[in-house]
């Protein structure tokens, strides 16, 4: 069993009713994560999605390095970079640049993503998404390798391509999301590991085995961003419910837009506040109950070794460290 780490998601959003200053609010998300290192959490990550109204942030590679520069210790990556909307050879050149300036600390999440009008803006068509992100992984894997690459795809045409300088360390470990049969078949070919909800780690395990690979060798970064540990339920609630209702409701607009998710019912629904906190979708633990569900998600699925929280768009910094110290104090000791 690994050892269990913790990390948070920054995605920089800037919703109007909290809006601030775009510099003030891209330093001090940086200077958070920077923040996270010296308070003893392991990961610092980024996600990708564009046409957001809260402004998501649409370039996780920049800050990214932005991170890099200002830390020395934790891991960093997207979570999720979606994949094809890249080309395979400047993404890979891209990861090399950001693995050698972070000291070799770069291990990057990618998936297909689930919003066709991305696709749109981008015009690529989104029924093919998941064929380029097929092609996608074959060339950036062997162009993190060490190969010189001639690839002739439908989606992607390359020539003597080749990384220089190479990766760093023979590769850039990579983890891919999803949770249908083909996204973890994807997992097992290409990733060191799988990227999602903890439910998914046992069939990512079972599409390893299936490959003929070594079962031990899964790794899984589990998403906790509606979880937070508190040592006043009720209170935090009432504080926190707010930001955590506007993650709710955008995430469910990018689910409910154009019907492209391809799921009758989808993970998330728009609901009023009032129904949010009394929905059981934000979790608000004390350091002793989240302690037990980690410990007990750690059981059930062996190749767990990171959980993932995030800030929440618009809490205060200030605020936000009183919530992270709570589980780098009462938590995290459980699990050296």
Known sequence: MAKLTFGYLYDFRNPQQWHRDWHELYEETVALAAWTEQAGFDAAWVPEHHLASDSYVT????????????????????AISLAPLYHPLRFAEDCVALDALSGGRLEMALAIGYRRREYEAFGIDFTKRGAIFDEFLEVATQLWAGETVDFAGKHFTLNGATLMPPA?????????????????????????????????????????????????SARALATCLFMVVAEDKTAAMDELAPYYHHVNNTYAA??????????????????????????GILEIMTPDEAIA????????????????????????????KVYAQVIADKVMPAFV
């Open 168 to 216: 760093p360390r023979g590769r850039i470990p990579l983890h891919i999301g999803g949770f249908a049969p083909k996204a973890l078949e994807r997992v097992a070919k290409y990733a060191d590991g799988y990227f999602g909800d903890v439910g998914a780690v046992a069939p990512y395990v079972e599409k390893l085995k299936e490959a003929g690979k070594d079962p031990d």
């Open 59 to 78: 370039s996780p590679m920049i800050l990214l390095a932005a991170i890099a520069a200002r830390t020395s210790r934790i891991r960093l990556g997207s």
């Open 293 to 320: 569900r980690f410990a007990a998600m750690q059981a059930k699925a062996p190749a767990l070794e990171h959980l993932m929280f995030m800030r929440p768009p618009g809490l205060p910094a200030a605020r936000f």
């Open 254 to 279: 990018f689910m409910a837009e154009d019907k492209a998710i391809g799921m009758d019912d989808a993970a998330l629904a728009a609901m009023d506040l009032d129904t949010f906190k009394e929905s």
